[in-house]
């Protein structure tokens, strides 16, 4: 059973403007909404999470938006910079820390 | 922080052939430890986590089996090996109780 589902499957975006990744959860129960980074050929690696007492969070070009009664987050990139391309990944965590993933969105950054 | 070290990084095993990747953990005790599986343009599905010593939940009947001798250690293993077992696959870890999950580098298996 899936826990949480993730659009678009694929992105591109022109450098220098935004990625937006999309995602809904229905278990209220999960207390922890991270994103993930993964380039090719390498582990996901964090980039930035939320917790549901907080409808925004915002760390350099990447933030999160969170709606606890729609029981939707989404990953804005803003300024998208060809580095950026890469697969990300959101999950929940449930309280004894264990991660469910999306399918993943395809980033690609164009010059 | 917590560090995870996966080997061997890349696999080329025949059908029928037995399989053992090797997963460490350093930076914490006690971690939660995961296996997923990622097959190529795909999502990460979750094999198996343990939330201790001797401690295996699995999540998909598969072909194959996890075990966890000690606290930082967690292998993945298979007996006759599939060729639907080709993947990359990635060990994690988390502390209990902390959302974030640390990832190995992950070591792709192809079986042919």
């Known amino acids: 059973q899936q826990q949480v589902k993730q659009s678009p499957q694929s992105l591109i975006v022109q450098k220098g403007g935004i990625s937006i990744i999309n995602c809904a959860y229905e278990n209220t129960a999960f207390d922890y909404f991270p994103w993930y980074q993964q380039f090719p050929g390498k582990g996901p690696a964090l980039l930035i999470a939320i917790r549901p007492d907080v409808s925004e969070k915002k760390e350099g070009r990447f933030t999160i938006s969170f709606n606890k009664s729609a029981k939707q987050f989404s990953l804005h990139i803003m300024d998208s910079q060809p580095g950026d391309s890469a697969t990300y990944f959101c999950?929940?965590?449930?309280?004894?820390?264990?991660?469910?993933f999306g399918a993943g969105t395809q980033v690609v950054v164009t010059p | 922080s917590q560090t995870i070290h996966q080997w061997p990084a890349t696999l080329v095993q025949p059908v029928g052939s037995p399989l053992s990747l090797e997963c460490t953990v350093e930076g914490t005790s006690n971690p939660n430890l995961y296996w997923y599986r990622q097959a190529a343009g795909r999502g990460l599905q979750l094999l198996f986590y343990?939330?201790?010593?001797?401690?295996i939940s699995s999540e998909v009947p598969q072909n194959l089996s996890a075990s966890r001798p000690q606290d930082r250690q967690f292998i993945l293993s298979s007996k006759k090996l599939l060729l639907s077992d080709s993947g990359f696959y990635l060990c994690?870890?988390?502390?209990?109780?902390?959302?974030?999950?640390?990832f190995g580098e992950g070591s792709r298996l192809t079986v042919l």
């Open positions: 999950a929940v965590t449930d309280s004894w820390g264990k991660l469910q």
């Open positions: 994690a870890g988390n502390p209990v109780n902390t959302g974030e999950l640390f």
């Open positions: 343990s939330v201790g010593i001797g401690q």
